[in-house]
């Protein structure tokens, strides 16, 4: 089964280059050493369609598992113990979620 992980997260102020380098050439891959996630993509901010506080990155992982939580469980294990580096370019204030299907995944009629 396929399910996503959804983390939203922030740069600390002034060090926005810092954070997107080691985003995108070392913290997705350490992530995707993690048994259970096979992909991961990012996406900055664009617009928004209300006045909720929003983020400026959002990764979204796919996890492939029958039990994705113990995925999510590894990660976090992995980043408490110390295995895996945080960069100080990170705004701690960051969100996670994981969602497991709700339905099959539909597509536009051609």
């Not at 006045?51 to 990660?75: F, G, K, Q, R």
């Amino acid at each position: 089964m396929l399910s996503k992980f959804i983390v939203l997260s922030d740069p600390a102020a002034g060090k926005e280059a810092e954070y997107n380098i080691w985003y995108e050439h070392q913290h997705l891959r350490d992530v995707l050493n993690v048994p259970g996630f096979i992909s991961a993509q990012r996406f900055r901010f664009a617009s928004k369609i209300n006045d909720v506080s929003h983020w400026s990155y959002c990764v979204i992982y796919t996890i492939d598992s029958d039990n994705p939580e113990a995925a999510v469980e590894a990660l976090t294990k992995t980043v408490a113990d110390g295995g895996m580096h945080i960069s100080a370019a990170l705004d701690p204030h960051v969100y996670a979620a994981l969602y497991r299907p709700a339905g099959e995944e539909q597509y536009a009629a051609k």
